[in-house]
């Protein structure tokens, strides 16, 4: 069958009408549609520049099914290779992060240095070469497009793409809430975890801008919440959701929103406070001198962004980061980090690993609940019966064009945005995933 871009998305603002089609979670050629045109044709996160701070320092990734390798050189150089060997295709770099001033290929031993240059073709003089051969380059291939955005590192396969801080537009202002937490910058906390599930890989996309599963997906989380206020007041773990005023109706009434900009990137948000329950706070004064109160106070609030396609931070009583990898319509690989702003506290540092612990490791109490959301979902994504799925509708009449006098206070222009109570849960800020994603599948489908 061949497959319309009207077939997958129905957008039709005029008649307040978007919904989604269920193939589009799980039709291969939609699959191999999106790793050509999204993580092979444009700007990907790869990590974050502390997992490769030191001289000789990488670590590796992918961008879609293309391997790849960052690695600082010993004069201090970040670059991104594709992670192959010029000999016969091997991947390189084996292991996900490392030192080495030098790569030795697995296969046939051929060796590179730490900028990718070729140092060694082992039994290169025997090996009667042609000339032709000889005046070939035997070095790594650089990454054809490769960014740091303030510690961020972005790259794309695709050469012609928009400059980064373009591609990011606004967004930007969501990363410098995060790296601006320390003159510093951040790192990631030491540690990580990868995990599949098996389901597609828009469904995380989604959830991390879904306030509205909260309640129903984590029903066991929120009890032993209840429990702990009761039963251990003062806890570090408790004590965020006790002091937390996000479904309290403040800001005037709104307890949160949330944003949407260019190029599928979008932000929920809730009103957290300056609460002692946030490991920031040692810091709450001096950010305010540094940044102004209204940089400060989006510092506290609860954040979910999304870069699109596969960059997600979470903050909320911790910080977390995640890489999303699809691997097949049905399966996708999540890496996650702690992240957290260089040099805090140990004390802050202790609350930000045990209720990261709690929150948003697989082995915590909310990620498992999701996650097999996802699965179910997939599971349900065969009854095509009736195709289209009606999840993207909340929302609709509380949309407006721009921001808001929350984005106003840090300068934030949005394309649209949300003003939310505790039970509004917008689902429009998926438009804006999904408009990106009809805009870079464009040609790919009939019309
Ligand atoms: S594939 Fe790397 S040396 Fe042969
Ligand atoms: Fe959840």
């Known amino acids: 069958m061949t497959l319309r871009l009207s077939d997958l998305i129905d957008d039709r603002p005029t008649d307040g009408a978007f919904r989604v089609n269920r193939a589009i979670f799980t039709d291969p050629g939609v699959f191999d549609a999106e790793i050509r045109r999204l993580f092979e044709g444009g700007w990907v996160f790869l990590g974050i520049e502390s997992q490769a701070a030191g001289p000789h320092d990488f670590f590796t990734t992918f961008a879609g099914r293309v ?13 991104a290779f594709v992670n192959t060997c010029p000999h016969k295709g091997a ?3 084996q292991v996900r992060q490392g030192n080495a001033r030098l790569h030795v290929c697995p296969y046939h031993s051929w060796t590179f240095d730490s900028a990718g240059r070729n140092k060694a073709i082992k039994w290169q003089k025997a090996g009667c070469y042609a000339e032709a051969f000889d005046r070939d380059d035997h070095g790594l291939k650089p990454l054809p ?30 990363l410098d809430l995060v790296a601006d937490q320390s003159e510093d910058g951040l790192e990631l906390v030491p540690g990580q975890v990868t995990f599949t599930y098996e389901a597609n890989w828009k469904l995380q996309l989604e959830n991390c801008s879904d306030a509205y599963h909260f309640t129903s997906a984590h029903p066991s989380y929120i009890r032993v919440l209840e429990r702990r206020q009761k039963e251990m007041s003062g806890d570090v773990v408790a004590s965020v959701w006790e002091n937390s005023d996000y479904w309290k109706e403040e800001a005037e009434g709104v307890g949160g929103g949330s944003y949407s900009f260019a190029n599928g990137h979008v932000l929920n948000w809730g009103v957290f406070g300056i609460t002692p329950a946030i490991p920031l706070y040692e810091r709450a004064g001096e950010l305010a001198e540094r940044h102004g109160e209204g940089k400060r106070d989006w510092m506290f609030n609860m954040r979910n962004v999304t870069i699109f396609p596969n960059l997600q931070i979470a903050e909320n009583a911790s910080s977390q980061l995640r890489v999303i990898r699809p691997i097949a319509p049905g399966l996708t690989e999540m890496r996650t980090w702690c992240i957290a702003p260089k040099g805090e506290s140990a004390g802050a540092r202790r609350q930000r690993i045990r209720q990261y612990e709690d929150f948003f490791n697989p082995t915590g109490m909310a990620t498992p609940d999701d996650t097999v959301s996802y699965e179910n979902c997939q599971i349900g994504f065969a009854g095509t019966v009736e195709p289209w799925l009606q999840g993207y509708a909340r929302g609709m009449t509380a949309s407006v064009a721009g921001g808001n006098r929350f984005s106003d206070r840090i300068d934030l222009q949005p394309e649209r945005s949300v003003l939310a109570d505790s039970q509004l849960c917008d689902e429009t800020l998926y438009h804006a995933y999904y408009r990106a994603w009809a805009a870079r599948m464009a040609g790919e489908f009939e019309a």
């Open 67 to 79: 391997p790849v390798l960052v690695q600082r050189d010993g004069e201090g150089t970040l670059r």
């Open 91 to 93: 991947r390189l770099a």
């Open 145 to 174: 497009q490769f960014a740091n955005y303030r510690g961020f590192l972005f790259g794309s396969v695709a050469g012609e793409v928009t400059p980064l801080g373009e591609y990011l537009g606004e967004a930007t202002k969501l």
